[in-house]
């Protein structure tokens, strides 16, 4: 399980014409991938490493301020580019398998109190953020 983690001021999601997530104050833009090796065992590290990650101003975490997270399925951190000029996705989760890590890790967040909005998994979505710093990294368990 990998996600790439922004410091954002504000972001949103949006499918068609309509916002399907969105966090309106400054907390974390989670883009997250699943690979094939990945099982309920990874849910609750990530969602724990997620929470506390301390990223924002003055090295707080969204545990300890109540900042939100905007959570977005991205199969493509699976790509894999080392070959040719044509990723490959065979380290990418298929959907049935990927979609409930995903939800299961959303699930893990808010049973620790955060407050998360989401992004549609499998949508063609357009995904808006006003990074801070900008301060991104990369997450794996």
Same mark, same amino acid.
């Given at each position: 399980?990998?996600?790439?983690?922004?410091?954002?001021?504000?972001?949103?999601? =949006?499918?068609?014409?309509?916002?399907?997530?969105?966090?309106?104050?400054?907390?974390?833009?989670?883009?997250?991938?699943? =690979?094939?090796?990945?099982?309920?065992?990874?849910?609750? =590290?990530?969602?724990?490493?997620?929470?506390?990650?301390?990223?924002?101003?003055?090295?707080?975490?969204?545990?300890?301020?109540?900042?939100?997270?905007?959570?977005?399925?991205?199969?493509?951190?699976?790509?894999?580019?080392?070959?040719?000029?044509?990723?490959?996705?065979?380290?990418?989760?298929?959907?049935?398998?990927?979609?409930?890590?995903?939800?299961?890790?959303?699930?893990?967040?808010?049973?620790?109190?955060?407050?998360?909005?989401?992004?549609?998994?499998?949508?063609?979505?357009?995904?808006?953020?006003?990074?801070?710093?900008?301060?991104?990294?990369?997450?794996?368990?």
């Amino acid at each position: 399980m990998k996600a790439v983690v922004m410091r954002v001021t504000r972001a949103s999601v =949006t499918v068609g014409d309509e916002v399907v997530g969105e966090i309106k104050e400054p907390g974390l833009l989670v883009l997250l991938g699943i =690979t094939h090796t990945d099982g309920v065992e990874q849910v609750d =590290t990530m969602a724990r490493k997620l929470h506390e990650l301390r990223i924002l101003d003055e090295e707080q975490s969204c545990a300890s301020t109540g900042a939100p997270l905007l959570v977005v399925s991205q199969f493509t951190l699976y790509g894999d580019t080392r070959k040719g000029r044509r990723p490959s996705w065979t380290k990418a989760a298929p959907g049935p398998v990927a979609e409930p890590l995903v939800d299961a890790v959303v699930d893990a967040l808010r049973a620790r109190g955060a407050t998360v909005a989401t992004g549609r998994f499998g949508a063609d979505m357009a995904v808006e953020s006003v990074n801070d710093g900008p301060f991104t990294v990369l997450v794996e368990v």
